[in-house]
């Protein structure tokens, strides 16, 4: 029971994740495309798209863990 809670509570983090992931990837395309974007700016976006990927990475791990062959 306690399990299928946590899996549960993972699987939601991981739908929340995804869509800021999703999110700042839209706001990096958008301003890229005006033509005037803050460079800063963007960098730092990209760095957090990355640490929001690496999260989506470690929450993934925790549902679907390595089985060695």
Do not use: C, F, Y
């Not at 899996?7 to 033509?35: C, F, M, P, W």
Request: charged share 40%; hydrophobic share 40%; aromatic share 0%.
């Amino acid at each position: 029971m306690q399990q299928r809670q946590n899996d549960r509570e993972l699987r939601e983090q991981l739908v929340k994740l995804r869509d800021e992931h999703r999110a700042l990837d839209d706001e990096i395309v958008t301003l890229e495309d005006s033509g005037t974007a803050d460079q800063l700016l963007v960098r730092r976006l990209k760095k957090k798209k990355l640490a929001v990927k690496d999260q989506i990475q470690a929450v993934e791990d925790q549902l679907l863990p390595d089985i060695i062959a």
